[in-house]
Structures are given as structure tokens and as C-alpha cells.
């Protein structure tokens, strides 16, 4: 009677004897393990095939060579691989071995099982290169292949490492829509906020500068400030450039206004709360009374349209704890080298170095404290990196009935609100912010508004005529 299991080869594995795995051996140039394997352990068809890489490591066979352990370990998957057998109690029996390939009936499917191996990284690794995911290229051919299955006898299925980026990149216009109304509120707000301070300025003749060790040991450049602006002008349309050339720009501007409009928030109850006195003997900084709440807002919308930048003339007191400009440089930085190719290396350290000089500056300009630059950077970063390691691990959208899910509602109502239908990283991928078919469709549009007048039937042979 035909045994149910058989490989590719000559003969079935699992009627190999002692000798047969010695042949084997010698066929893999690792004739020298045969006396161990065959002679003193009596390693046959069965037995090699429940053979597991520790078993080979550890006693009785204390293998000491690494690359001979892997070689045995790969061939005798290979084996496994290659099996064909019908036979439950066989498929069991491996099944129940292997540790590192589960049975259906632990898994309650027959699909190759996938585990993730997202880590907390905020980075888009897979798409930093332009390339796509591997599992989804070939997801649905291991799905409905046999080799997708390391033994198809005992339909052990293959643990293959899934990439975290997202399968969802719905751009959700509207909620971009409200990010950007977000951010521009609270821009008012800090405008309005920096005229309340600007009031409470304590006196420099009874509040000197505080002692600052940077401050102290940098000498004033006046023209310092100036160059944090020209820096985080540069900055600015680097960012620019990257969202409108950005295949999910939405996505990554709704991200952009949502994380800045968070911190200037922040920044708004830090400055109202305590005063700090001013920095710098050089600077002018006096309360300033406003007298009406309608000289107040109108000073505000002055701060507001110019941006709070000394380059269009808006000057501000008070408002130190903590550094706007900081924010803005370390916010630009993170965006810009988390949302382009690792690749374009020159460009990852061309803003880095604008970001390091533009801080230096404002130190260099004596315009805030050690103190406020190190906050807003510590702030800055930290609340970009928590907020793209919750999205790039779906802390929403994975579990949406778990602790840590409700948790994050809670914590982060705008983060989830924003990002409960992302459950990724966002590749990297560029295209043209209007493609030539656009433009065709557009030019089409027009035409069809405007229709040309027909022309009737020999008015150009009578106008000729006429001449």
C-alpha cells in the first residue's frame, strides 16, 4: 500500500532509516555529524523531520558550530517544505512539534498567519526608498499558493513580517479643512494672549535679567533674530515644496496644523501664567497700555497678520516661556525629514543645520532665556514623536474597543479624532500636485463653458467677395 506521504525526492522521508539520513548527510557535505546523529541517536525519516534548530544546539547534540546548526535547521525545513501527506495524524504530530509554525486549529485559519513587526519608529522605512510594501505585493499569491505553506501536510503556515505602513489613505479633506481652522484660532488667540503679557512685563529697574549660563558667555549680535526668521523662512518653503509635491498632502498638513495649533496652545497658558522679566538690558520692553478692548484687538491683528516675525515689524514682550520661534523651527524640521526619503540625506542635514543655527541665533539675539529655547524644543519633539509612534502603531484604529484605545480618546481627543481612520505610517510616495490630465480636463472644462459661435455655411466666401 502507497504511503500518503511523499516528497519531491526518490523516497518518502518519513520511511527513511538511519541509513537514509546518513546519505542525506553526506549529500549536504556534513557527513561528519552522521556517527552523532545516526549511530548514537538513531535519527530516522521521522525524527529528523521533528527536529528543531534548539534540539541541535542544546544536549544531547550540543552542535558548536554555528553555520553547520543553520545549514542542518534550513535543509530539514526544506524537508518539511517539500512534504506532501494526507495524513492527519502525521500533520498533527509535526504540527504539534513546531513550535514556530501553529496549526489551524490553534489559529482558526487556514491563511498563512502575519505578524506585525511594527516597531515604535516614527520613520517611513518601507516607503523611504519608494518601494512598496512586500506583503503587499505578493499578499494574495502566498495566500493562494501551497508554497505559502512551510509543510502543506500539516498546513503549518509561514510567519512572514508585515509591514506597518497604512492600508487606509482616505484624505479626508474636511478634516484637514478643520485642522486649518484650528491652528489659525489658536494663532489668534496666542496674538491676542502676547497683548495681555505684554502688559504685565515686570520693570527692568526692579527685575534685571535673570543669570542664564549661555546668555552669560554669548556675546549680543543684533542682527540675530533677523537671521532665526531668514531661517525658518527657508524652512517654511522646504515644507511647502513637500506638502504640494506629496501624494497624502492632506494627510500630512492636517498632521502638521493639528501638532502646531496643540503647542501654541500650550504656549498660550505657559506665557499667561508667569512672567518672566526681560532677557536682555537691550531690549525695550515696557507695559503697554492698550486703554480699550477694541485698541487691544486691533494691536492683536497686527501681531497676527505679520506672524509675530520682527521682519514685519511686530515686537513682542513677555511672551518668553516658551520659544514661538523654536517651535516653528523644530516643528519644520521634524515634518520635513519625516515626510521625504531617507535617501535625500543632503536635505536631512541641510535643515538640521538651519534648524541648530536658527536656535543658536535666538540665543545669540539675547531675545529668550536657555530656558525657553530647551522647553519649546523638549515640547516640540516630544509631542511629534508621540504622536506618530500612537499613529504608526494604530493605537485607534488596531483595538478599537481596548483599554489603551478609550485611553487615547481620552488623552488625545484631537489626535483621534484626526487620525482614527489611519492605521499606519504614511509612505513616502510623490507625484505632481496637478498631472497633465488635469490640466487636459481643465482646459476641456473651459471650452465647453465658453462654446464658439457656429459659423454659417458661406460666410467666408461672401465676405471675400465683398473685399
Not at 537671521?227 to 513637500?242: D, K, N, P, Q, Y
Not at 541648530?356 to 516640540?380: K, M, N, P, Q, R
Request: net charge positive; charged share 15%.
Amino acid at each position: 500500500m502507497p504511503s500518503p506521504c511523499h516528497p519531491p525526492g526518490p523516497s518518502p522521508v518519513l520511511q527513511w532509516t538511519p541509513s537514509h539520513v546518513r546519505s542525506w548527510l553526506t549529500g549536504l557535505g556534513l557527513a561528519k555529524y552522521s556517527k552523532q546523529l545516526c549511530d548514537q541517536h538513531r535519527i530516522d525519516g521521522p525524527a529528523l523531520l521533528m527536529l528543531q534548530e534548539e534540539d541541535l544546539r542544546q544536549p544531547p547534540l550540543s552542535l558548536d558550530i554555528l553555520g553547520d546548526i543553520k545549514h542542518l535547521s534550513y535543509h530539514i525545513n526544506a524537508l518539511r517544505f517539500d512534504l506532501q501527506c494526507s495524513d492527519q495524524k502525521v500533520q498533527y504530530c509535526l504540527s504539534k512539534q513546531s513550535s514556530i509554525f501553529p496549526s489551524p486549529a490553534h489559529t482558526g485559519d487556514s491563511s498563512p498567519l502575519l505578524r506585525s513587526n511594527s516597531l515604535a519608529s516614527t520613520s517611513s522605512d518601507d516607503s523611504s526608498y519608494g518601494l512598496a510594501s512586500p506583503m503587499g505585493r505578493h499578499k494574495d499569491q502566498q495566500a493562494n499558493s501551497p508554497r505559502g505553506l512551510v509543510c502543506s501536510s500539516c498546513q503549518a503556515q509561514v510567519h512572514l513580517p508585515k509591514s506597518n505602513l497604512a492600508t487606509i489613505l482616505n484624505p479626508e479633506r474636511w478634516k484637514t479643512a478643520v485642522a486649518i481652522l484650528y491652528a489659525l484660532s489658536v494663532s489668534w488667540l496666542t496674538a491676542l494672549t502676547m497683548t495681555v503679557v505684554h502688559d504685565r512685563v515686570p520693570d527692568m529697574n526692579k527685575y534685571p535679567p535673570l543669570p542664564d549660563i549661555i546668555l552669560d558667555n554669548v556675546p549680543h549680535i543684533p542682527w540675530a533674530f533677523e537671521m532665526t526668521e531668514v531661517t525658518g523662512m527657508a524652512l517654511l518653503s522646504i515644507w511647502i515644496l513637500v506638502v504640494l509635491f506629496h501624494k497624502h498632502r492632506f494627510i500630512i498638513a492636517r498632521r502638521f496644523f493639528s501638532i502646531a495649533g496643540t503647542i501654541f496652545l500650550l504656549r498660550c497658558i505657559t506665557m499667561l501664567i508667569t512672567s518672566l522679566s526681560v532677557p536682555g538690558v537691550h531690549l525695550d520692553c515696557k507695559p503697554r497700555p492698550y486703554g480699550t478692548w477694541a485698541n487691544r484687538l486691533y494691536n492683536a491683528y497686527i501681531i497676527w497678520s505679520g506672524a509675530g516675525m520682527s521682519l514685519q515689524g511686530v515686537r513682542t514682550c513677555g511672551d518668553y516661556m516658551f520659544s514661538g520661534h523654536t517651535v516653528s523651527l523644530t516643528l519644520l524640521n521634524f515634518f520635513i525629514t519625516e515626510y521625504t526619503s531617507r535617501r535625500i540625506y543632503f536635505l536631512h542635514t541641510f535643515t538640521w543645520v538651519l534648524s541648530c543655527f536658527g536656535v543658536f541665533f535666538i540665543l545669540a539675539a539675547h531675545e529668550h532665556y536657555s530656558i525657553d529655547v530647551f522647553v519649546a524644543f523638549y515640547i516640540t519633539s516630544r509631542l511629534f514623536l508621540y504622536y506618530h509612534t500612537l499613529v504608526n502603531n494604530r493605537a485607534v484604529t488596531k483595538y478599537q474597543e481596548s483599554f489603551d484605545a478609550k485611553r487615547t480618546w481620552f488623552y488625545f481627543p484631537l489626535f483621534s479624532f484626526f487620525e482614527q481612520n489611519i492605521d499606519g505610517r504614511i509612505p513616502n510616495e510623490f507625484q505632481l500636485p496637478i498631472s497633465p490630465e488635469d490640466i487636459r480636463h481643465g482646459y476641456q472644462w473651459i471650452i465647453n463653458m465658453f462654446p464658439q459661435k457656429e459659423r454659417r455655411p458661406g460666410a467666408g466666401l461672401r465676405n471675400k467677395k465683398r473685399k
